[in-house]
């Protein structure tokens, strides 16, 4: 037995120093150390002066690619664009850009992944959503949706095959979509729209002279006219990421600005039908022994991890429904404990082909940073079962272990199945007893 309890917690210890995955969707770390090197989306680190955006931090973690910009050459933010969430508009004489701090370790080489949300007004302009700066044919990164109707995605030595992505004949080109695009010496090029393969080319070029360029969205500079349209995020990864890992970003992108995908489109909570959980959707997932992402956080504070039977073609993705992180639910509890958070997550554990699946058990950790003390005996895990949407008739699950830094675990979670709701709560119910009658008051 104390050899069980031994190595219960060495895998807790040995977990829990390792860096949660807080990218986009849970992929990729945020404190630059991994292949994420570029982050920009409009809910962080966004600096406006009226409706001008003066710069947005990198969400990734490298200072060195902050963007900023002044005057005229200033685009504006849209609030509330696009599913509630805030969009980049630019006019075709305004951008954002890097200093000249461009690095071939903060940077692409010869691999990259990358995704963009945007929508254009128009299809006849000859514009960068992305582009090195300025843009040039020696040596390029570049992203156009489109260019005179054609979207193009280019890296290294411009403007072959081997460089570069090219599909005409799009339509919907001026409403917003999710685009990924993946770049490697060995497995080629390929782009997705919505999660659909749109082309496969062969081989990469390579990116050079990284201290003459800046990165830059909205174009607008030598070599290119300005970007007409909206932006809403454009993540970069200097390396290319599995096809899990692809997935489980799509996905998070699909949710959080309420697109539909048109092909992987696995997680369904966000869907009106189901309750709008759209917000910081992270996911596990595995295609096979070489495609797999089994520990991931992302922007929320749940983390799940160590799912113990994640076959191939297997995800679990959960989301919130931007109910406010504090412990105020005091009604819809069960009768053993006090109050709940009224922010409730749920859960699409799901196949690519969309049916219900079993990843077996899992761990669960939340980052309880700022919500006050924690009563470890009273911290419990409440799932709805029966799925009819309320938690008062459940039992609670026991046995919150703390990890230290605010940081609280549930092991071998069995709990967690297909469109299954799920919150935390933290004290018990205070029962005063008075002779020989018990009451049981619910303390506010």
Known sequence: MMKNYLFIFISLFSSTILLSQTGPGGVGITDG?????????????????????????????IAALDLSETGGQRPTLVPGAVNGFDAISFSGSNRLETGLTLTTSNFIVDQASSFVVNAADNTSQKSCVYTTSPLQGASRFTCHIPWDNTVYYDIGVCCGVNAR?????????????????????TTGKQLYRNGTLLQNRANTTTVTNHASYRFNLGGNTSGTAGYVGDLTEVIVFN?????????????YLAAKYGLTGSSNDLYNEDNAVNGDYDFNVAGIGRIDASNIHNDSQGTGIVRILNPSGLGNNEFLLWGHDNGDLAFTNITDVPNTVRTRLSRVWRVSEVNTSGGAINVGSIDMRFDLTGLGTISLPDLKLIVDTDNDGLFADETPITGAVDLGSNIYAFVGVTAIQNNRRFTISNAPHTVITNRQRTYRVKVN
Do not use: F, M
């Open 33 to 61: 150390t991994s292949s994420l090197k570029i982050w920009y989306n409009t809910t962080n680190g966004v600096s406006t002066t009226g409706t001008l955006i003066d710069g947005i931090t990198n969400s990734a973690g």
């Open 165 to 185: 992505i090219q599909v005409g004949g799009l339509t919907g080109l001026t409403s917003y979509s999710y685009w990924s695009y993946d770049a490697d010496p």
């Open 239 to 251: 390396a290319k990421i599995n096809t899990a890992q692809r997935i489980i970003i799509e996905n």
